[in-house]
């Protein structure tokens, strides 16, 4: 069964110290009352760490943590604490809850971001880069399968080094399925300019856990048309309502459908704290346009 889950990003919630984050438990409680019984912890420290407080908290509201994602700079070989940090406070958080999906994002770059979007624009790594980075990598998703037995998926994301459909492919290749699998976002893959219906078909069998985004196609065309940074592109609405957008989110069904695919596909709509949309009303829309083209989970 395909179940449909929400997560803090969703109300703006990107990173657990900014000023401008809702409270923990109106993310729950607005979660509940759009409809959804699952829920991403966010980025570690914004729920509380404690155990009991976030399970009566989860029980209160009837929510099921799903998992968790290191949105930390992997790309960065002096950040390597920093990753680890946020890496082994996810692990525990997901296992204290008996959560299942690791996720594992290399976050933004200075360097990245001006390109988003523009594969041929792209600044790459070198050899010795490359192989630090993904080594790093391999490293917290081997922590993560054999230390806290969870399942562990690389998520592409603009403007970070794992960005594009060929980054993404070449670290699959040299990184053991057993160790790390795919979470798979849809709407990442449009904005990097590659067709999500093709690259699930593709590479089915090694995505454990779903990211549903969609992208708003004119905005789309126009920051990349003008070479729009990532920041920028967010502000202008890029990321819009499931249903809105260039994914094609009844294939996504099918496909998901007619592989067994069982478990958790999770709602990420990254929007501003402070911006002029509602997520509790985006949450509801979303759930009912899952709803209407079969997700009964949702």
């Not at 998992?67 to 692990?91: E, L, Q």
């Not at 893959?189 to 078909?201: E, L, Q, R």
């Not at 990254?270 to 985006?282: L, N, R, V, Y």
């Amino acid at each position: 069964m395909i179940k449909i889950g929400n997560a803090p990003c969703s109300w703006g919630v990107e990173f657990a110290d900014d000023p401008r984050n809702p409270k923990w438990r109106k993310v729950l409680q607005e979660n509940a009352e759009a409809g959804f019984t699952g829920i991403e912890l966010g980025p570690v420290g914004f729920m509380p760490e404690d155990t009991t407080i976030l399970s009566e908290a989860l029980e209160e509201f009837n929510q099921e943590l799903i998992g968790g994602v290191v949105f930390r700079p992997f790309h960065d070989p002096d950040a390597w604490d920093d990753v680890m940090d946020g890496a082994v406070r996810t692990c525990k958080a997901l296992k204290a809850h008996g959560s299942e999906h690791l996720v594992l994002i290399d976050s933004i770059s200075s360097r990245r971001s001006p390109t988003a979007g523009r594969a041929d624009e792209a600044e790459q790594m070198d050899k010795a880069e490359w192989t630090a980075y993904r080594n790093r990598i391999s490293t917290v998703a081997k922590m993560g399968v054999e230390e806290y037995d969870l399942n562990v998926g690389i998520h592409a994301h603009a403007a970070g080094f794992m960005d594009f459909e060929p980054e993404l492919e070449r670290l699959l290749n040299e990184v053991d399925e057993t160790i790390l699998k795919i979470c798979f976002d849809t709407g990442h893959h449009s904005y990097a300019g590659y067709d999500p219906v093709a690259f699930m078909n593709k590479h089915i069998s090694r995505i454990s856990y779903m990211h549903f985004k969609d992208i708003n196609p004119k905005v789309k065309a126009n920051v990349v048309a003008n070479r729009t940074d990532f920041y920028t592109a967010c502000g202008q609405g890029i990321f819009c309502n499931l249903g809105e957008g260039d994914v094609d989110f009844p294939k996504v069904r099918q496909i998901l459908i007619d592989n067994n695919f069982a478990g958790w596909c999770t709602v990420e709509q990254d929007c501003d704290p402070e911006g002029e949309t509602s997520p509790i009303k985006d949450a509801k829309l979303n759930r009912t346009y899952l709803q209407s083209i079969g997700f009964g989970g949702a």
